[in-house]
């Protein structure tokens, strides 16, 4: 199985939401076939990752027990370890399906709440020794946008991702295998995405990997008046930029774009 090492060059993780109501309908896939080959097809085109999620967390989204959310998942990933050694991630934040996702082949939780959500999920990285992703939220997806309040949003999204690093060493976790997330878009607005997206050096500094997702994304809408089908120019600036701002992973829907983006901004960057 690959093993995920960063030095040589942005690494692209591609989406797939086996759900009916992700913000982002392009990233849909209910059907367990489809969502294999459509993976597959991600890793032909470049990707290094694939991240499989089986809950949407957009605000408004249809909230689904744990049992449902491993049952979309689990079955995705076990047909894509049959078929490859692609690299898989979990986007959950619950530990009831992180263990069994992990069990099936997964070597990532990509986790929104940072460890906030379940005090049980840090176990399952520990003994795994798989790596996570630690995200910055405020709230929940519900009602996170009402908690988009800040003096200084980099230092202060700076001084919580430090929470959820904590959180994650005083578990057991290994400092190796954590991921850093800014979490554009969860409790931010427009102007603090832009400012998250200028200052990332900041968070870098921390000296973990940054994972940036900010494809197709609102704030993209709010400054060209495009709908998410229609953004895919606009996530390839935003990309481009992030890499150049230390970015080591950017998350899209779109990963032959990606590759190509990474492909020159790392150029550009090592020149």
Do not use: W
């Not at 097809?41 to 605000?59: C, H």
């Not at 990509?110 to 939220?137: C, F, K, Q, T």
């Amino acid at each position: 199985m690959r093993t995920l090492s960063f030095g040589g060059g942005t690494l692209i993780m591609g989406v797939i939401n086996v759900t009916p109501d992700s913000f982002y309908r392009g990233s849909r896939v209910q059907q367990r076939e489809a969502a294999v080959e459509r993976a597959l097809d991600f890793e032909k085109a470049g990707a290094d990752v694939i991240d499989i999620g089986g809950l949407s967390t957009r605000p408004g989204a249809e909230e689904i027990d744990s049992d449902e959310e491993t049952e979309r998942v689990c079955p995705v990933i076990e047909e894509i370890r049959k078929r490859s050694d692609v690299l898989i991630s979990i986007d959950t934040y619950r530990s009831e399906v992180a263990g069994p996702a992990v069990a099936c082949g997964a070597r990532i939780v990509n986790d929104i709440s940072g460890l906030r959500y379940d005090e049980r999920l840090p176990d399952v990285v520990r003994s795994a020794d798989v790596h996570i992703v630690l995200m910055h939220i405020r709230g929940r997806p519900a009602n996170m946008q009402s908690r988009a309040k800040y003096k200084d949003v980099v230092a202060e999204i700076s001084d919580e991702l430090d929470f959820s690093i904590r959180t994650a060493l005083e578990a057991g976790i290994n400092p190796e295998r954590i991921i850093l997330d800014p979490g554009i878009g969860f409790a931010k607005n427009a102007e603090h995405n832009l400012a998250l997206i200028k200052y990332l050096p900041r968070i870098k500094k921390k000296g973990y990997p940054v994972l940036i997702g900010l494809s197709r994304k609102s704030f993209l809408g709010v400054y060209t008046g495009l709908e998410p089908e229609d953004r895919l120019i606009p996530t390839v600036a935003a990309n481009a930029i992030s890499i150049f701002q230390g970015a080591d992973i950017i998350r899209v829907h779109d990963v032959e774009e990606a590759k190509y983006t990474a492909a020159i901004a790392d150029a550009i960057k090592n020149a």
